[in-house]
């Protein structure tokens, strides 16, 4: 794959301070792309511009991004925080900043435009929860979804695996939006990711949970091994995939399938 498209393009990476976000950034600027980079905290990267915003703060993201008039010409949407941090904080940066932070950025994106959103096979069940997700994720605002959640958590489930499956759904619903202005929306979803996430998910949990989602290719992935799919997507060599979700997760989810689990629709 040529990826030398990229070169002088201007491009935001969130979660770019570390994993898939730090991998992608830190390759997109050896193409010669004009990387902006969005997390907490500022990576060693040589990044064109940078800005601090907790994507679990809609006040900073509208802060950072409300008034930009940058034109964009792709998003990477890579920040995540994980499973066993407070549920609300979780909802917060997984789906509720995350759309936020794309709804602001899209209004600076014209014809050819582009945006990739790095889900999680914990959000892989989304199609047998439409109802409830549809309910969710057609709450506009960032505050009311988080309210809605706060009075629905037992319904709802997990903050990690919901954000997710509603992330998933958004984009999905995004994608037959947006198209007609000629921006594509796709999703990818890895599975274990060498990164200090799963580092933290390792010592958390019992061994055995961790190691299942290896299964069958016996390893997780680099973060390296995530970057190739979401430049492809991002590209125009992927000029007619739209509403697409690239598993990339080493063949768990197609094991989990054909046994009858998650994945099933």
């Known amino acids: 794959m040529d990826f030398t498209e990229y070169n002088g393009k201007r491009v935001i990476v969130t979660g770019c301070s570390s994993?898939?976000?730090?991998?992608?950034?830190?390759?997109?600027?050896?193409?010669?792309?004009?990387?902006?980079?969005?997390s907490r905290r500022r990576p060693d990267l040589d990044l064109a511009a940078f800005d601090s915003v907790d994507l679990?703060?809609?006040?900073?993201?509208?802060?950072?991004?409300?008034?930009?008039?940058?034109?964009?010409?792709?998003v990477f949407n890579c920040a995540g925080l994980a499973p066993m941090f407070p549920a609300a904080d979780v909802l917060r940066v997984n789906f509720l900043g995350t759309r936020l932070f794309t709804e602001l950025v899209v209004q600076n994106m014209s014809e050819g435009g582009a945006i990739v959103t790095t889900s999680s096979d914990g959000g892989a069940a989304w199609r047998k929860r439409l109802p409830l997700l549809t309910e969710f994720v057609a709450v506009e605002s960032f505050e009311d979804g988080a309210a809605w959640y706060d009075e629905r958590e037992s319904e709802a489930g997990h903050a990690y695996a919901f954000g997710k499956e509603a992330l998933n759904l958004w984009s999905m619903q995004q994608s037959s939006v947006l198209i007609k202005r000629g921006i594509r929306v796709n999703i990818t979803t890895p599975g274990a990711v060498r990164t200090p996430m799963l580092d933290v998910i390792e010592k958390t949990y019992p061994p055995e949970l961790a190691a299942a989602t290896e299964r069958p290719i016996g390893r997780a992935s680099t973060p390296e091994e995530q970057v190739v799919p979401l430049l492809f997507l991002n590209s125009s060599m992927a000029s007619y995939v739209n509403g697409a979700d690239l598993v990339v997760d080493g063949g768990y989810g197609a094991m989990e399938s054909a046994a009858g689990h998650f994945f099933n629709v």
């Open 19 to 38: 994993g898939i976000g730090g991998a992608t950034a830190k390759a997109l600027i050896g193409l010669g792309a004009e990387v902006h980079g969005v």
């Open 56 to 74: 679990g703060d809609p006040e900073a993201i509208r802060a950072a991004f409300a008034d930009r008039d940058e034109h964009v010409d792709a």
